[in-house]
Antibody
Framework: EVQLLESGGGLEQPGNHLRLSCAASGFTFSSNAMSWVRQAPGKGLEWVSSINPNGGDTYYADSVKGRFTISRDNSDNTLYLRMDSLRAEDTAVYYC??????????????????WGNGTTVTVSS | IVLTQSPGTLSLYPGERATLSCRASQSVSSSYLAWYQQKPGQAPRLLVYGASRRATGIPDRFSGSGSGTDFTLTISRLEPEDFAVYSCQQFGNSLMFSFGQGTKLEIK
């Protein structure tokens, strides 16, 4: 069974940092691009960051660029999100997401085919 | 690209047909468009990708359509378990993507 298990969330003060982890199982982690998606209380889904299978390419939403860092350890099947300079507006449930892909010549197209259950980050003094 | 979903809330009876709209601020390849269902306290679930391709295990009462800037998710005959929030999503040319703000489908 494909599973994503997030951890590392909690209550943190503005300006501090947190590191989220996502333990993956049930699929070949090193072959899949991965993402983090967040959802503020009562709000819609917001893409945060993505990383390609070998970790060489990373992408960030403008709202977190320069503050958050996505990384992965393919030897340990784990995805990370380092969150620095936390702000109140970073308060959200953070979901780890596996990107599925389908081929339509001449390229691959992506979607999120597996979601974790989420970990809650609260930024407040 | 900004995705705008309408209506914000849709109130229908079980058994009725639901039509949810997702409009993009500029033309989007249909191959990049997906739909998700989310119930309270749960993670989202993939319903449709490539605008019209149902994900594995999704009942055939769910169908997606559209092209260019206008996309639609249709639920042909609502079951009690279908009442939830639905979000559209578009991928860019890389691994960046965005979501619409969501449509809440509630029981009338």
């Amino acid at each position: 069974e494909v599973q994503l298990l997030e951890s590392g969330g909690g209550l943190e003060q503005p300006g501090n940092h947190l590191r989220l982890s996502c333990a993956a199982s049930g699929f070949t982690f090193s072959s899949n691009a991965m993402s983090w998606v967040r959802q503020a209380p009562g709000k819609g889904l917001e893409w945060v960051s993505s990383i390609n299978p070998n970790g060489g390419d990373t992408y960030y939403a403008d709202s977190v660029k320069g503050r958050f860092t996505i990384s992965r350890d393919n030897s340990d099947n784990t995805l990370y999100l380092r969150m620095d300079s936390l702000r109140a507006e970073d308060t959200a449930v953070y979901y780890c997401a596996k990107l599925g892909a389908w081929w339509l010549r001449p390229k691959y197209y992506y979607y999120v085919d597996v979601w974790g259950n989420g970990t809650t980050v609260t930024v407040s003094s | 690209i900004v995705l705008t979903q309408s209506p914000g809330t849709l109130s229908l009876y079980p058994g009725e047909r639901a039509t949810l709209s997702c409009r993009a601020s500029q033309s989007v390849s249909s191959s990049y468009l997906a739909w998700y269902q989310q119930k309270p306290g749960q993670a989202p679930r993939l319903l449709v990708y490539g605008a019209s391709r149902r994900a594995t295990g999704i009942p055939d009462r769910f169908s997606g359509s559209g092209s260019g800037t206008d996309f639609t998710l249709t639920i042909s005959r609502l079951e009690p378990e279908d009442f939830a929030v639905y979000s559209c999503q578009q991928f860019g040319n890389s691994l960046m993507f965005s979501f619409g703000q969501g449509t809440k489908l509630e029981i009338k």
